[in-house]
């Protein structure tokens, strides 16, 4: 059973930014940043839309949450994310201090954790895997229509 503030719920809520992205054809991720449990940013990946390869959904709610809370900190926030974040992402968070990441799929050729841990904040604990075949299928249907 899945309690209304749980990891589930917002990787949930991730998932709902990610099928946002695949109707505007973009690539399908998404992402929420949560903050005493309360989600404070969403976003999905904008880059095709923008025209511009920063675009990605971890930046765009990097930014959105750091405007919502009036700061650049986002010391206390887990971000929800349904890929595994890029070096480029990764080195936002670091920036940030975000304090915990959680990613559904992993991402074997970008993702950050080909490099370890080390690109994060010393302080951000990591979790992968939640909602990982949810993700997956939402990322290989979308590639396997742009093949066809």
Request: proline share 2%; charged share 20%; hydrophobic share 45%.
């Amino acid at each position: 059973m899945m309690t209304t503030f749980s990891d589930e719920f917002f990787m949930k809520e991730a998932m709902k930014e990610a099928e946002k992205a695949t109707n505007e054809d973009e690539v399908p991720v998404g992402a929420v940043i949560v903050s005493n449990n309360r989600i404070i940013a969403r976003a999905h990946n904008m880059t095709e839309c923008l025209s511009d390869v920063t675009a990605h959904a971890e930046m765009l709610a990097v930014t959105a949450a750091a405007n919502f809370l009036g700061g650049k900190y986002l010391e206390g926030c887990t971000l929800y994310v349904t890929l595994e974040p890029c070096v480029m992402c990764a080195g936002a968070l670091h920036h940030a201090h975000i304090e915990r990441v959680v990613f559904a799929a992993e991402d074997t050729k970008r993702g950050f954790m080909r490099y370890g841990t080390g690109l994060l904040h010393p302080k951000t604990t990591i979790s992968s895997g939640l909602m990982e075949k949810e993700s997956n299928a939402i990322l290989l249907s979308f590639f396997q229509k742009k093949r066809n």
